[in-house]
């Protein structure tokens, strides 16, 4: 028998249909709480939530996001900044300039902190019974969000998760993922393996599509190219860029 | 009184001394697996990890990380990849060719899902009893992990975790952090709360460092200061590109 943090993991999935019911003011304080022991590259706590419970800035949110109705249904609106403004104004205090957030490593680290919050927000929301799915769709145009948000330079909002009561009429199923010995390789990286379980995997998530009477829905290799043969959300590096992120060390 | 998920939240520290008593197999696996059913962007599934047992390679990985003794220490190293090799195999079944590593999107989501995977597989470990810490110095030399795990182009070792049991005679105590308020924002961002926070933590965290008598670590100002002055990882950009990942969309 699994401990219940194995078990919620392995029955996570996402939930996009809510009930209407509402998240406890108390709830979201250990939620916020909790996720915010999770680990920060060396401490820096360059990350910062916004968190929105105007009905009304939620369904801006939404369309920003593309015109989503599970995120104009959703309760509360967590979006993951990174937070190169808390830095700097600690660099300043110490009478120094910083570099980071010029050169890809703070990218990097940025992006990688934001991750852990939002599996950390996840983790939290969803041992109190709340449902949530990841919206990285607000890159659709990070700037509609910058200003909504009155973000300040070096700081930028690099996705989010809805939060509510899940629907129990419309749970949906939890998702297959590609075989584990083609996700976790051992030793050295296997490309025969890693080849293999894509093969695997496409019949699978078929399989579980259809199971739903989904069968228009692309299965991993078509959706994986329908995604990535393009880029699907070209205004990240310009918005980026008038942040004041620089990328010293790739553009040389 | 907190579910379990949320007092392993709360009470998280990072395990920088191991006991030397094993991670099973059993274990191992059940971590993996109940992490991999984290979310990735679009379902892509642009993660993959190298399960690293071997003494002698964990020993390599600790001189790479720059010499870090609880890295040497651990049972389990695990690597945590961007692993858009996966998703070009992918693209390259259905006949079409991949774009997204070569825009700064694909970085966010690649670094982004690492992060929820460094974060899940966290998680999955303290349920069982063991301890981590996340590894962002293998970034110090990604080209050495590279050469030593094969690495296909498109990929690339981002962070990663040691795995084991704590030493209970050397047990860290749980770190403080910026003050709540100052870390999620309600409804827009506030430099004044930011700002403010700052200056709050230095001073805590100061006690927190001097109450375990070691007066010689820099607090928050002093640390962030140390930390983000320089590019101090100055080879992932030059790693990046090497590997194959472009950022047409900033570069031009």
């Keep these: 028998m699994p401990n219940p943090v194995i078990q919620q993991m392995l029955e996570r999935r996402s939930i996009r249909n809510f009930s209407g019911a509402p998240v406890s003011d108390k709830d979201l304080q250990i939620i916020l709480s909790a996720a915010q022991q999770a680990p920060t590259s060396v401490n820096g706590e360059q990350i910062s939530l916004i968190v929105t419970r105007d009905k009304d800035t939620i369904r801006k949110i939404a369309q920003i996001a593309g015109g989503q109705p599970q995120v104009a249904s959703a309760e509360v609106f967590i ?35 934001a991750g852990i919050m939002l599996q950390a927000l996840q983790m939290a929301a969803g041992s109190l019974g ?113 942040q004041g992120f620089g990328l010293i060390d790739i553009k040389s």
Tied chains: 1, 2.
């Design 79 to 113: 979006t993951i900044l990174i937070d190169f403004n808390r830095t700097a104004n600690a660099v300043a205090m110490a009478g120094e300039k910083q570099l980071i957030d010029q050169c890809a490593e703070g990218l990097i680290v940025g992006a990688v902190d």
């Design 130 to 242: 709340y449902g949530t799915t990841a919206i990285g769709g607000i890159r659709n145009n990070p700037q509609a969000l910058i200003e909504l948000f009155g973000l300040p330079p070096r700081t930028f909002p690099l996705l989010g998760t809805t939060l509510g009561v899940a629907d129990p009429d419309k749970l949906p199923r939890i998702k297959p993922r590609v075989p584990l010995e083609s996700f976790a390789l051992n030793e050295r990286y296997d490309n025969d393996k890693v080849s293999a379980g894509i093969r695997d995997y496409d019949v699978t998530l078929r399989h579980w599509w259809d199971a739903q009477g989904q069968f228009d829905m692309p299965s991993y290799i078509q959706s994986t190219t329908n995604y990535y043969k393009v880029d699907y959300f070209p205004t990240v590096g310009e918005a980026l860029k008038r």
